[in-house]
């Protein structure tokens, strides 16, 4: 007999996790998956939209699919505000009446299946499997009673919608994090509304150029170029007023450095507490990318860089990035002093203590 695994969830949004377990799920399981997101899940509150949610599957699945994956929308398509899952069972046991039929759930919905609608039949109905994400073995004697067994797959990876919603992540298939910078979902509202169109454009320009140049130069930082791309520039909109008075509550001694430098330091203060970021060669990358520094990081470095050469600049930066790609460290050199000539040339200023140490050890001066 053939077989069918129901794959049912919010998907707020899909990531690759999602479809690693699928995937898996397939082959240790010898069945075809058919994702089906849920309209109004009853545990949780969604961000996105239903066709929002649906849009992102269909994209998922044309980059990342499997011959044994499919997409339904029987949930969204209800016109009940809350969709049960033995009713979706009914659909495709109705529907493909030569499968048996499989459901997959995580673990935190195993303790919550006793309160399902008809978990009893259902359970009767399909054949249950869990996966766990901390090795914790949900209540035995729920796993017993309805007979839920553990598929043995542990490789999802640490990757959660919540993390991809929280910019904590970016674990997702690459035109689903097209979609959500195109439609401003999640982490992208809350920048738009802290930027103005243009700022935005560019911090998205300057993060998509940072990922390049880390994965062209096989770094595995990618992912974290990228998020300090997109933070860079989070305080560009705050007024100088305001960045003085934050800046002498959090660390008054950096009033003492020009104002057009506040922003860098203020962004990584805001990307810490906006966006949770701890990780500190993110948030030293935010730091310094206007300033510079010495003794950068390979990510400092990058986000410098990209920053300065982002080709919506208006400048033919096309000579610089192909330095980048060819060598973050080498590229950062001539960006660097290319960027104090410009400075010069234009009578710009650029006499602070931290740009001047970044010129004398790595320029030499």
């Known amino acids: 007999m053939e077989r069918l695994i129901i794959f049912g969830g919010a998907f707020d949004p899909i990531h690759n996790g999602h479809l690693r377990l699928a995937q898996a799920a397939s082959l240790l399981l010898n069945a075809d998956v058919v994702f089906v997101p849920a309209k109004s899940p009853r545990w949780k509150k969604t961000q996105a939209s239903a066709k929002d949610r649906l849009k992102m599957l269909k994209l998922a699945l044309s980059e990342k699919g499997s011959g044994s994956f499919s997409l339904s929308d029987v949930e969204l398509k209800r016109d009940d505000e809350v969709t049960y899952t033995i009713d979706t069972v009914r659909y495709f046991k109705n529907r493909y009446p030569q499968y048996e039929i499989l459901l997959l759930m995580g673990e935190d ?3 919550r299946f006793p309160n399902w609608e008809d978990a009893d039949l259902l359970s009767n109905m399909a054949n249950i499997y869990y996966v766990t994400r901390n090795n914790r073995e949900p209540d035995p004697r729920i796993l017993q009673r309805y007979n839920i067994k553990l598929l043995n797959f542990s490789g999802a990876g640490n990757v959660s919608s919540s993390a991809i919603r929280n910019l904590q992540s970016l674990d997702m298939p690459g035109k689903v994090l097209n979609y959500i910078e195109k439609e401003k979902l999640y982490y992208m509202k809350e920048l738009g509304e802290r930027l103005d ?3 935005l454009e560019h911090s998205l ?3 998509h150029l940072a990922m ?4 062209r130069n096989r770094l595995e930082i990618a992912e974290k170029a990228y998020i300090a791309g ?6 560009k909109g705050m007024s100088i007023d305001e960045s003085k008075k934050r800046l002498e509550d959090e660390n008054p001694e950096l009033l003492k450095l020009p104002s057009y430098t506040w922003h860098q330091f203020l962004g990584a203060s805001l990307a ?18 206007c300033t510079g520094k010495k003794h ?10 990209a920053d300065k050469i982002d080709p919506l600049r208006g400048y033919d930066s096309s000579r610089l990035i192909r330095a980048c790609y060819s060598s973050y460290y080498l590229g950062f050199l001539k960006v660097l002093k290319e960027n104090r000539e410009y400075l010069k040339e234009k009578g710009q200023n650029d006499d602070n203590v931290l740009t001047q140490e970044c010129y004398s050890l790595y320029l030499g001066d």
């Open 212 to 215: 390049s140049i880390a994965s």
């Open 205 to 207: 320009s300057v993060a």
């Open 230 to 235: 997109i933070l860079h520039d989070l305080a």
């Open 197 to 199: 169109e243009k700022r």
């Open 272 to 289: 810490r507490e906006i966006f949770k970021i701890e990780d500190q060669e993110i948030l030293d990358a935010i730091s310094y990318h």
């Open 109 to 111: 919905q195993v303790e």
């Open 296 to 305: 950068m990081s390979p990510l400092a470095k990058i986000i410098f860089s």
